[in-house]
Nanobody, 124 residues
Framework: QVQLVESGGGLVQAGGSLRLSCAAS????????MGWFRQAPGKERDFVAA????????YYTDSVKGRFTISRDNVKNTVYLQMNSLKPEDTAVYYC?????????????????WGQGTQVTVSS
């Protein structure tokens, strides 16, 4: 099994920045793609960004392109999401996810492991 623990969420004003971290433990050798999803109240969980094992491939949902950056440190088994120019519509619980295959996908059910989530609130 793999355990994922997110950190770094909080309250920030519009235009501000936050950096989320997700530390993986357990059978980390089995995971390849790591990603971030978010879920706003009353809405479905949506894809935000993902990164391949080597870090050479990344993919973002359109609404965060140019503002968010995903990266990973495989020595620390940690993936990061740097979020800049935050907007009130970025407010959500952000979830870290990991999957065993090394191709990036955006579908929730195709990720094998999930963290508990961290709240990000952006005030206007």
């Amino acid at each position: 099994q793999v355990q994922l623990v997110e950190s770094g969420g909080g309250l920030v004003q519009a235009g501000g920045s936050l950096r989320l971290s997700c530390a993986a433990s357990g059978r980390t050798g089995s995971i390849n793609v790591m990603g971030w999803f978010r879920q706003a109240p009353g809405k479905e969980r949506d894809f935000v960004a993902a990164i391949s094992w080597s870090g050479s491939n990344t993919y973002y949902t359109d609404s965060v392109k140019g503002r968010f950056t995903i990266s990973r440190d495989n020595v620390k088994n940690t993936v990061y999401l740097q979020m800049n120019s935050l907007k009130p519509e970025d407010t959500a619980v952000y979830y870290c996810a990991a999957r065993r295959p090394n191709n990036i996908v955006v579908v929730v059910r195709q990720y094998d492991y999930w963290g508990q989530g961290t709240q990000v609130t952006v005030s206007s």
